[in-house]
Nanobody, 124 residues
Framework: QMQLVESGGGLVQPGGSLRLSCTAS????????IGWFRQAPGKEREGVSC????????YYADTVKGRFTISRDNAKNTVYLQMNSLKPEDTAVYYCAAGAYCSADAAPHHYSAWGQGTQVTVSS
């Protein structure tokens, strides 16, 4: 059974950093395209970043480009999202998902397996 578990969320002050982890069980992450999405209260779920299987090409939303970095550790079957220079508008529940599409127009419906989400709150 495919399962994704996110961790690493929490409360951080503006300008701070967090590293989110997405660990898979039941399948190999290195054969999957993995996306990070976020959803703030009252807003639609939006794509943040993704990393393609095989060649590891990455994509970032304009709102996080230069601040967030996605990476994978195949030995640990884990994908990370390093988030630096966090802003209050980054506050949301962050989800990782496995799918087959990573590009500027990647949307939730391109992904079939989802984690339960981890809360990130940026506040002073």
């Amino acid at each position: 059974q495919m399962q994704l578990v996110e961790s690493g969320g929490g409360l951080v002050q503006p300008g701070g950093s967090l590293r989110l982890s997405c660990t898979a069980s039941g399948f190999n992450l290195d054969y999957s395209t993995i996306g990070w999405f976020r959803q703030a209260p009252g807003k639609e779920r939006e794509g943040v970043s993704c990393i393609r299987h095989r060649y590891g090409n990455t994509y970032y939303a304009d709102t996080v480009k230069g601040r967030f970095t996605i990476s994978r550790d195949n030995a640990k079957n884990t994908v990370y999202l390093q988030m630096n220079s966090l802003k209050p508008e980054d506050t949301a529940v962050y989800y990782c998902a496995a799918g087959a599409y990573c590009s500027a127009d990647a949307a939730p419906h391109h992904y079939s397996a989802w984690g339960q989400g981890t809360q990130v709150t940026v506040s002073s």
